[in-house]
Structures are given as C-alpha cells and as structure tokens.
C-alpha cells in the first residue's frame, strides 16, 4: 500500500465535523432549550428533549461511525466536546442572552490547550 492510498478522504476528515456540528445543534436544545420556558411541565420538557435528542443521535453515531480509523476514538471525543462548547457559548449567547465574559475565554482557551495535547501525539 502506498503512503498516498492510505492518506484519508476528505469525506472521512471532513464528515465527522460537519455531522458533529449539526448533532450538537440538536442536543443543546434539547439539553438546554427549554430554559427559555420555565412555566412548561418537567414531563413536557422531557418528552421534547427526547424527540430532538433522536435527531442528535441520528447524527453523532454516524459521525463517529465514518470518522472512527481517520480519527482515534480520543480524537473524536475531543472534537465532539470542542465543537459542543462552541455550539454551546453561541447558543448561550443569541438564545439565551447570556453575557459571554473574560472567564468563558480563559476557560475555553485552557480545553484548547488540552485539545492540542490530544492531537499532538504521544509526549517523547
């Protein structure tokens, strides 16, 4: 086999994001949309959140399924959880009108510290 023929498509670099993106989408209004709607029933709320989490999985495996020998299995968590707090601090942001502050930065730059150790390789 040839270093080219085991060079990894785009499809199985790119797909993973892009699934992992839409599914996190989907699971943080289901985890966190209904904040919005405090007087709803907890059953209701539930229930809701359980239908749009269908979607998320219908998604997330997927993603995991194609990106999964293109990335480790710790690649792709970290990707997952990158992407998650960054659907999440805009979602925060423009749905819920959260302030975004000094704090949130730090703290996000301090995983991405974390999410380059991940992807750099072992530490010789």
Do not use: D
């Amino acid at each position: 086999m040839t270093a080219l023929a085991a060079a990894p498509s785009l499809f199985s670099l790119a797909a993973p994001i892009l699934l992992l993106i839409a599914s996190n989408v989907f699971m943080t209004f289901a985890w966190y949309g209904h904040l919005k709607f405090p007087g709803a029933a907890l059953w209701v709320v539930v229930l809701v959140s359980w239908g749009i989490a269908f979607f998320e999985y219908w998604l997330a495996v997927p993603a995991n399924r194609i990106g999964y020998g293109t990335y480790s299995a710790a690649e792709l968590k970290t990707i997952q959880e990158v992407i998650s707090l960054s659907v999440f601090a805009l979602f925060a942001i423009f749905y819920l009108g959260e302030k975004f502050t000094l704090n949130h930065v730090l703290g996000f730059a301090f995983i991405a510290v974390g999410a380059f150790f991940i992807f750099k390789g072992p530490i010789r």
